[in-house]
């Protein structure tokens, strides 16, 4: 979707009120621009969106100081402060997926990604492919694998689709 559940937004705006050191962020898969909308316009903002639709319907050419369409996992990523990874990695493979969060990493200082835990089942949304969830990640793989210093793990109700969401930050 290119809306992304409001679970743990608040957490995220959080934090980045408290961060000093960050001016500049790169938004992967922007949608409708959730996180420059909840974030406002004090960063230089860069989106990385895929889906070329989503750019035009949802304007992100007058919302963001740049917009890159294109997929992560071709794309230099450019190097900013922050990258957000919302409802991304489990639209790709897992091993694509552990590759984005090793190349964020690299070029950022800071990364946040939220993501569904367990399984949660989604495929193509208004002809748009890249909407499909390919991969199911759990907080013990998260954990293990990206043992990054801020955790937490938002039980949501579980008449919901997924009843867990993961938000982890470098």
Not at 151 to 162: A, Q, Y
């Amino acid at each position: 979707m290119p809306a992304s559940s409001p679970l743990g937004k608040d957490v995220i705006k959080a934090w980045f009120e408290r961060q000093e050191d960050i001016k500049s962020i790169l938004d992967v898969g922007a949608g409708e621009g959730t996180y420059r909308k909840l974030l406002g316009g004090k960063y230089h903002w860069i989106a990385l969106e895929v889906w070329k639709e989503y750019v035009d319907r949802f304007k992100l050419e007058d919302m963001y100081n740049e917009v890159i369409i294109g997929d992560i996992r071709d794309t230099v990523v450019p190097t900013t402060d922050c990258v957000i990874l919302g409802d991304v990695i489990e639209h790709v493979d897992k091993e694509d997926g552990k590759t984005i969060l090793e190349v964020a990493s690299s070029v950022c200082k800071h990364v946040v990604v939220s993501i569904p835990l367990g399984k949660y089942e989604q495929g193509a949304i208004e002809d748009n492919p890249y909407e499909e969830h390919k991969a199911t990640w759990t907080m013990k793989e998260m954990k293990k694998i990206y043992d990054w210093p801020i955790i937490w793990n938002l039980r949501i109700n579980s008449d919901l689709p997924t009843p867990t969401i993961g938000i982890f930050i470098k």
